[in-house]
């Protein structure tokens, strides 16, 4: 495989999706407004320690903004007659879910930081070196893992985006309330504690806790390996079911 | 059996004889059915080929495995030269696709449509940009490039799916029933602008219900029919081929009986009145029957006309045939 053409073709999907669907409403509603409303239905009225559970609205904000991308493009792009048109141009599946994910990851970066950065503002964290050199690359693999997920989760997809941003909230939602976000990981035990260590996010929210000063579970090289370790079956996976279901609906 | 490699010591000669598209036994199965079987054929460089076919016959399966959207069954598919199995990057760079609805992105204005597929090509910004602004007023559309493509009629998405497809200058183009439903100005500048390309080197295939449009483009058309070839010539000699479907049309000054005019050489008279159509593979023949009829029953002839069937009959009977 040329990989030239490969990267080119990457980047050249990244753009598309940048300029196509970040605008879209969809991914406002599940990106931005959806965590937003989650957050302060979780924190107003209520007496909590907002530093302690900081890192878990991070991740979740992460979660939900980088995988809000990926289940409208295919279908979307299904529905638009525009899917089967891209699949003639020097692209194959590999390179359109890569280039899906870079689109998510990106949009997920962007809204992360501006979170983490008026976070910061408001109570300055205490980061060891550690934490530091692990920061980017929780913030990287974070949002390249969800990114992934919500590419994985519109690969079966026909032309109807409604169908598949349905199922997008029945995975996600139900992931953000056994990841240690609401119920801190130390307190979990028995069947909630194996679940926990089912989903991805609880990895990323381990992860944030060890960063920001709030002292992970899991060690915080076995969260950044079990990030990279999803991020790697979300791609494969999409990859697989994408080049069974690609003229699905066409 | 030893096969022998006539261009070896002439690369030079085997890239200019190699064909623009080598289809090899392409077949295609959806469960049970098999939408194409069995179908080869070959389109030489800076040929106008047309791709015909009643609904359903195995057209876009078979565009779509030479596109390299569909992996076929068996078969293979070259593009200049180059594998669409085992090579499909390159051999796609090579050319450009025009579907049938025009597939571009409504929320994106002419002119970003048009760069974005240049970058899917690797041109550089200078090139997207100059070439962009150069196709999009060839194509008409210079005063709207920078609007937004939802606000365009169905012609002018067609003429920028067009620009898409061309701006990396393709060495081979294909069209899927490119000019269906549109208006007359738009099919024309489409037909034009394909055309002005086919000129300048670049090999085309178009898919069309159009008949007389691919009769009056193409250089050599296929015509498929359950997912087989039934038939690959020029128009011209797939015409000539029905040579029982050439006919002599005479309009005479009074009505007359068909039964009249029965003999060996026509097989077969249409019409009422005094305008008659008659059937034959010998138009001298049955030009000198009509005469004989003429002087007997002392007529006269308005006109007279001798008609060779034309592409759409062919295909008619082709179709028909295998149906």
Same mark, same amino acid.
């Given at each position: ?46 007496q ?86 692990a ?18 989760l ?97 | 059996?030893?096969?022998f ?12 004889l ?6 090899? %036994? =392409? &077949? @295609?199965?959806?469960? +049970?059915?098999? $939408? ?85 090509? %690797? =041109? &550089? @910004?200078?090139?997207? +940009?100059?070439? $962009? ?9 210079g005063?709207r ?12 998405k067609?003429r920028?799916?067009?620009g898409?497809?061309?701006i ?39 898919t ?30 797939l ?36 305008k ?9 023949e ?38």
């Amino acid at each position: 495989m040329n990989l030239r053409i490969v990267v080119r073709g990457v980047m050249a999907t990244a753009v598309k999706d940048i300029k196509i669907y970040y605008k879209k409403p969809p991914v406002f509603i599940f990106g931005l407004i959806l965590p937003t409303f989650l957050f302060f239905a979780f924190f107003v009225g209520r007496q909590l320690d907002l530093e302690k559970y900081y890192p878990g609205f991070l991740a979740m904000a992460l979660f939900f903004t980088a995988s809000s991308v990926g289940p409208l493009i295919i279908p979307w792009e299904k529905q638009a007659g525009t899917f089967e048109r891209l699949l003639s141009l020097p692209v194959n599946i590999p390179i359109l879910v890569l280039g899906d994910t870079m689109a998510g990851a990106g949009f997920g970066l962007i809204i992360s930081l501006v979170i983490f950065a008026a976070g910061a503002l408001l109570m300055p964290f205490t980061m060891t070196l550690v934490a530091i050199a692990a920061l980017p690359l929780l913030f990287i693999l974070g949002n390249l893992c969800f990114a992934a997920l919500g590419v994985l989760l519109s690969s079966p997809a026909g032309p109807v985006p409604s169908n598949i941003m349905m199922l997008a909230a029945l995975v996600r939602f139900p992931l953000i309330f056994i990841s240690g976000i609401f119920v801190p990981l130390a307190e979990m035990t028995g069947t909630a504690r194996t679940i926990t260590m089912l989903s991805p996010l609880t990895y990323l929210v381990d992860g944030f806790n060890h960063a920001l000063g709030n002292g992970g579970d899991i060690p915080l090289a076995l969260d950044l390996l079990m990030l990279m370790a999803f991020t790697v079956v979300f791609l494969l996976t999409a990859n697989y079911i994408l080049k069974r279901k690609s003229l699905k609906g066409l | 059996m030893k096969s022998f490699n006539i261009y070896r010591g002439h690369p030079k000669l085997a890239v200019e004889l190699m064909p623009a598209i080598e289809a090899n %036994g =392409l &077949t @295609k199965l959806f469960g +049970e059915f098999k $939408a194409v079987d069995d179908v080869s054929f070959e389109v030489p460089k800076g040929q106008f080929f047309g791709l015909l076919g009643p609904n359903g016959a195995g057209k876009t399966t078979t565009i779509r495995m030479m596109i390299g959207v569909l992996r076929p069954d068996q078969g293979s598919v070259s593009i200049m030269g180059i594998s669409m199995d085992k090579e499909p990057l390159l051999a796609k760079e090579r050319l450009g696709v025009i579907p049938e609805v025009g597939n571009v992105y409504p929320d994106l204005t002419a002119r970003e449509n048009l760069e974005l597929f240049g970058r899917f090509y %690797g =041109l &550089t @910004k200078r090139t997207r +940009e100059e070439r $962009a602004s150069a196709l999009l007023e060839e194509l008409g559309l210079g005063a709207r490039a920078d609007d937004k493509i939802k606000r365009f009629s169905k012609g002018m998405k067609q003429r920028v799916s067009i620009g898409c497809a061309i701006i990396h200058q393709p060495q081979v183009l294909f069209l899927d029933e490119p000019t269906e439903g549109l208006d007359v100005q738009s099919r024309r500048m489409i037909v034009e602008k394909v055309n002005k390309m086919n000129k300048a080197g670049c090999t085309v295939v178009l898919t069309t219900h159009n008949i007389e449009e691919a009769s009056r483009l193409c250089h050599r058309v296929c015509i498929i029919n359950h997912g087989k070839i039934v038939a690959l010539d020029t128009p011209e000699r797939l015409s000539s081929t029905f040579e029982g479907a050439r006919s002599v049309e005479v309009t005479f000054d009074r009505v007359v009986d068909c039964g009249l005019f029965s003999a060996q050489c026509i097989s077969r008279t249409e019409g009422e009145g005094n305008k008659l159509r008659f059937y034959t593979s010998d138009p001298d023949e049955a030009i000198d029957r009509i005469m004989q009829v003429r002087d007997e029953m002392g007529l006269t002839i308005i006109s007279l006309n001798t008609l060779a069937p034309s592409l759409e009959d062919v295909f008619v009977k082709l179709t028909e045939m295998g149906a």
